[in-house]
């Protein structure tokens, strides 16, 4: 990783943010591919560079209207999306995109729980440590892949 030790996911994303030297592996298709919906370009990086590093293939998208139209163009196996977007929320992000294929996960990546989950998941919470939230994004592809 770096030369500093990082355990708190809201704390690299921190850290990256302000240290952004992000790595671009080849595109291997035969690893998932997780959607990242993120407006906040900063911490979109950086989760992308996360989910890269555990050898993931990752769209980013900044709008949920971006995300639609990803979702439709690719083989997505999971979308990881914050949950206060721009013009959204991640919430009713997961309508629109579980009215389309409804066996891709979709996980809510937030500060706080909204109150109404409706299509999503699992939630994250952004205090989770980077080892759990790898996990969690692993169990629930295998899940729903497997």
Known sequence: MNSFQCTNLAIFLSCMAFKATIEHPAH????????????????????????EREGYSVLAASTGTDAL???????????????????????????????????????????????????????ISKDETVPNFLSIIKSLIKRYEG
């Open 28 to 51: 291997n298709s035969t690893q998932p591919t997780v959607l990242c919906v993120e407006d906040n370009k900063a911490y979109l990086r950086v989760r992308k560079a996360v989910l």
């Open 69 to 123: 139209r990803l979702f439709r163009e690719a083989a997505v196996s999971l979308v990881l999306s914050d949950h206060m977007l721009r013009g959204t929320t991640g919430v009713a992000l997961a309508k629109q995109l579980k009215a389309i294929r409804p066996h891709v996960p979709f996980v809510l990546y937030s500060g706080t729980v909204p109150e109404i989950m409706g299509n999503v998941d699992c939630f």
